[in-house]
């Protein structure tokens, strides 16, 4: 698709676009880089990789699917004939189980709980569909792909359940495809919140040069010349 080939526009100018051809969005800047060290890591935050897409990132071991309305209590809001609340993916010793009393399908069959494994085809409602991916065996996080034409309030293109950490990397092998790094670039768990590791590569942070690791505030933008993204806290629209 060729809007996904887009540039970052004005990662300065304040609020995301409204419209889905800017695949990077535009964040307000200014964030001091070591705001709030030690505080809560959010529930969810949203991550826009410019020339890649977009992601929805929940960072709870248990996440809420169900029917995007105005006071919906669900983590992943769909527009789509499900219940308000129609199912959860929980992270435990298992894995990740998924678990309803509503109509789901997991690769055509109907169940109430089960486990998934990667490739597998998940149907919410009568329609509604993801696949379930895992390309980093390592590690216990996992991209949820819409595949049927659903979508969520903002316009992204899956849904990461991040356990630990985030890897973004130049093949299929990663949470998100990077096409041009020499090494994967991680969004982890750090004791003092969200942060980053660019091995090997120096980079900013709002434009404040940083190398290696670093806190990763809400909102922020970061560059080098191999990639920009930028991340933001989930706002009323979802």
């Not at 800017?22 to 991550?47: E, I, M």
């Not at 109430?112 to 696949?131: E, H, I």
Request: contains cysteine; neutral net charge.
């Amino acid at each position: 698709m060729e809007t996904r080939r887009r540039p970052l526009e004005s990662v300065r100018s304040s609020g995301l676009p409204q419209a889905r051809p800017v695949r990077a969005a535009p964040l307000s800047g200014g964030a001091p880089l070591s705001s709030h060290p030690g505080s809560p890591l959010p529930k969810r935050f949203l991550l826009w990789v410019d020339g890649v897409g977009g992601y929805l990132v929940c960072l709870s071991s248990r996440v809420t699917f169900g029917q995007a309305t105005a006071d919906g209590p669900v983590d992943v809001p769909l527009f789509a004939e499900v219940s308000r609340t129609h199912a959860e993916v929980t992270r435990d010793g298992e894995g990740y189980v998924i678990e309803s009393g509503r109509a789901v399908r997991v690769n055509g069959s109907e169940t109430k709980r089960t486990v998934l494994s990667a490739g597998d085809r998940v149907t919410l409602g009568a329609s509604c569909q993801f696949l379930f991916h895992k390309p980093v065996a390592a590690s216990s996080s996992v991209r949820l792909e819409l595949t049927s034409g659903h979508r969520l309030p903002v316009a992204v293109d899956g849904v990461l359940l991040m356990g630990n950490e985030l890897m973004l990397g130049p093949g299929p092998d990663a949470h998100v495809e990077l096409p041009g790094l020499d090494a994967p670039v991680l969004i982890y768990r750090s004791k003092d919140g969200l942060s980053v590791r660019v091995p090997g590569a120096r980079y900013t942070i709002d434009d404040r040069p940083c190398s290696d690791r670093a806190l990763l505030p809400l909102p922020c933008v970061v560059s080098c010349d191999a990639f920009t993204f930028a991340v933001e806290p989930v706002s009323g629209r979802l």
